[in-house]
């Protein structure tokens, strides 16, 4: 593939990519241009637009320890404490500029995973792996083509096994091994910005054992290739999409990432890019540590978006005159609050971080994953207060055609009114933004993206280190049993 | 003939800009258009500068506390934009062109 440098560039690879998508029931000739899209691709394409920009080179970039090149900081692998922190600032960035998830960075935490993984996968089995990966990954740094990290599989009853199910099908599955590779048949559910991505690094979902080998499956595959079928999901605000007027509250960028079913019937993938093939014992390690990796940045993304969300809360109280109410200023305090708590928690993590045996430095997993948690907490709590601190014109307010309409347009301007200085329209623009980015789809990303809560709590059980916790206050008491 | 004012030539470095405490573009703005005519910015990487002028969001200043103390430049730091944008050229003209 051509180089990507440019937002131009991103756009037209991706018409130039034929894949095969569904949008609501019909199937989609062009997904450049497709309206449902746009809006995730211009989230997506901030992410090449800034990199080229000295005032953010710093974040946006890195320097390459294959080739010393410098490259978008979506492919790099973490070489220090220094890249994990500058991820996260990298993310707070970004989420200042769209409002959104912008998508790059589930790919991203796919590679940083895989790096680690394969390289201990080759130390036990003596498999060609890490090699393997070092050149898929030369590749990406060079074209710097979008990647989706594929982790989640449809699962069916969860109380199984994936070799329990009654449908084989519902974990993503080896089929066949050929002497030129493998037959992959099954699905990934939930693929942050697969629509507008190049190719997909399907992982394994869970953590497996004896008898899963099938679904013990890491690769690299094109989105155009024979067998791949796209489903886009329905999210709350696909009809003002279409509309692209002020009611989409944040018009130019996506609410969420776009989320789509990938599925994968009879597709054929090379053997070169395939990176674990049937080691079940090192499933639960790329899991953990793709989850980790990806926990960590919710503090970042999150907490940069929860920083508008108050900006938005401001101005929408500023244009009704409650700017200086001291319950306002309260509330908008303890918004702050938390959203510098959820930053902090990303910094920490990144801070305490460690060199894996790769060479790739990995957070701390324990507080990675209480900053996931702390997300699907917080930004509620955060929406929440805009809720209340906007009030109740966020759920009545008129359509925009309602202010544009010759002969009723006057009501909506004259009865939507806040202070004086302020027009009608920027009040229900502001007000729109901050329905848009509180409510529906957006919430439910923050409780479920990067893993639910539950899978969090599971974390703590296994690393919170009760046993030496129960150690100490035994010391302290001056007990034994 | 009498020769033009000297223009000297400034590296232009940018922090990454993570969670700014004012508007550093707009900022850097306002220093550039004073500028015009008696400074040639150029980047890190570019030769023949002895002057960094370092835009920083915030106070922690991330890329000056990277370049530490020895290295052979001259740094203008600035951090916030409570100083008028020409003294910012005052400073960065201090020790005349080169």
Avoid at chain 1, 163 to 177: C, G, H, I, N
Avoid at chain 1, 230 to 246: C, D, P, W, Y
């Amino acid at each position: 593939m051509k180089r990507i440098e440019t937002k131009e560039d991103y756009v037209m690879s991706l018409k130039d990519q034929k894949v095969r998508i569904y949008y609501n029931g019909q199937l989609v000739e062009d997904r450049s241009t497709h309206p449902g899209f746009v809006p995730h691709i211009n989230s997506a394409a901030k992410t090449y637009e800034l990199a080229l920009m000295p005032e953010y080179e710093d974040l946006m970039t890195a320097k390459s320890h294959l080739t010393g090149k410098r490259i978008s900081r979506f492919t790099h692998i973490h070489q220090s404490i220094d890249d994990l922190i500058k991820k996260v600032q990298m993310l707070r960035l970004i989420s200042h500029e769209t409002a959104s998830c912008y998508q790059r960075c589930v790919g991203f935490d796919a590679l940083n995973a895989l790096y680690m993984t394969t390289y201990e996968i080759d130390e036990k089995y003596g498999t060609p792996y890490f090699k393997r990966f070092e050149e898929y990954l030369k590749r990406i740094q060079d074209e710097n083509f979008m990647l989706v990290g594929g982790m989640t599989d449809p699962k069916g009853d969860r109380s199984k096994r994936p070799s329990e199910q009654a449908d084989p099908d519902l974990f993503t599955r080896v089929v066949e091994k050929r002497k030129d590779g493998v037959i992959i048949n099954g699905a990934k559910a939930h693929q942050t910005g697969a629509v507008n991505s190049h190719e997909i690094m399907i992982l394994p979902t869970q953590a497996m054992g004896p008898g899963d080998e099938a679904y013990a499956i890491a690769a690299a595959i094109p989105l155009d290739v024979p067998g791949i079928t796209m489903i886009f999901g329905r999210q709350t605000n696909e009809e003002r999409k279409v509309e692209a007027s002020l009611d989409a509250g944040n018009v130019d960028f996506g609410m969420v990432g776009g989320e789509a079913l990938v599925v994968f019937e009879n597709v054929f993938v090379p053997w070169e890019r395939v990176f674990m093939c049937g080691e079940v014992d090192f499933c639960g390690t790329l899991v953990e540590r793709f989850a980790t990796l990806h926990r960590q940045n919710y503090g970042g993304c999150k907490g940069g978006i929860a920083d508008i969300i108050v900006g938005a809360s401001a101005l929408a109280a500023q244009y009704q005159g409650t700017l200086n109410a001291s319950h306002i200023k309260d509330k908008l305090v303890e918004m702050t609050h938390l959203a510098e708590t959820v930053y902090s928690g990303s910094v920490a993590c990144s801070a305490l971080g460690s060199k894996t045996k790769s060479g790739a430095y990995y957070p701390d997993p324990l507080l990675a994953n209480c900053t996931k948690h702390n997300i699907t907490r917080h930004i509620y709590e955060i929406s929440r207060l805009a809720h209340d601190v906007a009030g109740g014109i966020l759920a009545t307010l008129p359509f925009s055609r309602d202010l544009n309409n010759a002969e009723i347009g006057k009501y909506v301007e004259k009865f939507m009114k806040g202070v004086s200085g302020v027009s009608t329209e920027t009040r229900m623009k502001v007000l729109r933004l901050l329905e848009n980015m509180t409510g529906g789809t957006a919430l439910v990303e923050s409780m479920h993206g990067a893993g639910s809560p539950q899978s969090q709590r599971v974390m703590y059980q296994r690393l919170g280190k009760l046993p030496e916790k129960m150690r100490m206050a035994r010391k302290l008491a001056k007990v034994n049993e | 003939m009498r020769a033009g004012p000297a223009v000297k030539k400034v590296a232009l470095k940018y922090c990454g800009g993570c969670d700014c405490t004012y508007d550093r573009l707009a900022y850097a703005k306002r220093i550039l258009a004073v500028a015009q005519g008696r400074i040639r910015w150029v980047s890190m990487e570019g030769e023949g500068f002895n002057t960094i002028l370092m835009i920083h969001g915030c106070h922690v200043a991330c890329p000056e506390e990277k370049l530490g103390r020895n290295h052979p430049w001259r740094i203008v730091s600035v951090s916030d934009d409570r100083v008028a944008p020409e003294e910012i050229i005052d400073k960065l003209l201090e020790r005349g062109g080169e």
